[in-house]
């Protein structure tokens, strides 16, 4: 029986998650998702526990994006079908955002769950994908903004650090409002319709609650604002204000 109270506005989700298990163990044969977002490997790895064999992969070790596999005997060889794509790109017309490069394949007509995380540095663009869009991403993706790019099959290891700028902030208290307020500079006011409306990921799920603590090592994302890593309270004031280390994703 599934207890989609646990799951609430993810029921939807929950389910696909259950069918395919399901499948797997009718038909007895590997089963590979599409590529899921943080909040749903979050929420696909509660539903699983040890629920049965199952291997999560996004194409290197770190990713957010990732491809999960089902499987029904232990011993099981897996094939994630993840492709990794590689381009060298000329910042001479400046230098390519993760909105840039996102936009550019979604304008190719691409589902978002085929396409894992996207790497995207000063002179280079890595992607991870799935298999079966290589050729397609390979033949057709040849222009992301003013920049010309060629894709091509990369096979070493990917290793990448995400650029975070660190520094200490004061803050009044460490409610959720507060900290939106100060990561925003906006008022709390304002901080709270934003968590109100939506706008407010805390560890890659919507937060609800205004009012809620935020906890050393949480991840913090402000539609229009950025992302940032909430790292810890470093120490209070004299006048009962938080010192914390506050990283921003660059």
């Not at 797997?24 to 629920?51: A, H, Q, S, W, Y």
């Not at 894992?116 to 222009?143: A, H, P, R, S, W």
Request: glycine share 6%.
């Amino acid at each position: 029986m599934i207890h989609y109270e646990h799951y609430r506005g993810n029921e939807e989700f929950v389910k696909r998650v259950y069918d395919l298990i399901e499948l797997m163990e009718r038909r007895k044969r590997v089963i590979v998702t599409p590529f899921f977002t943080p909040e749903e490997c979050m929420i696909c790895d509660r539903i699983l526990g040890n629920k049965t064999f199952y291997y999560k992969f996004g194409g290197y070790d770190g990713a957010e994006r990732c491809r999960y596999a089902f499987y029904p005997y232990e011993d099981e060889e897996v094939d994630m079908n993840i492709c990794t794509l590689k381009a060298k790109y000329s910042s001479q017309f400046g230098e390519l955002k993760h909105s840039d490069v996102l936009g550019a394949i979604m304008n190719l007509g691409i589902e978002r769950e085929k396409i894992g995380d996207l790497i995207v540095q000063k002179d280079e663009i890595i992607i991870f994908i799935d298999k079966e869009i290589e050729n397609y991403i390979v033949c057709n993706l040849t222009k992301i903004k003013r920049s010309s790019v060629h894709f091509s099959p990369y096979e070493g290891e990917i290793v990448y650090t995400p650029k975070i700028q660190y520094q200490q902030k004061i803050v009044s208290s460490i409610r959720m409002d507060a900290i939106v307020a100060m990561l925003s500079n906006v008022s709390r006011q304002k901080a709270q319709n934003l968590i109100k409306a939506g706008f407010v990921k805390l560890n890659h799920v919507v937060l609800e609650e205004s009012s809620k603590i935020c906890n050393n090592n949480s991840v913090i994302s402000i539609r229009g604002y950025g992302r940032f890593s909430f790292v810890e309270v470093v120490k209070k004031t004299k006048k009962d204000h938080y010192v914390v280390l506050i990283g921003k994703y660059q």
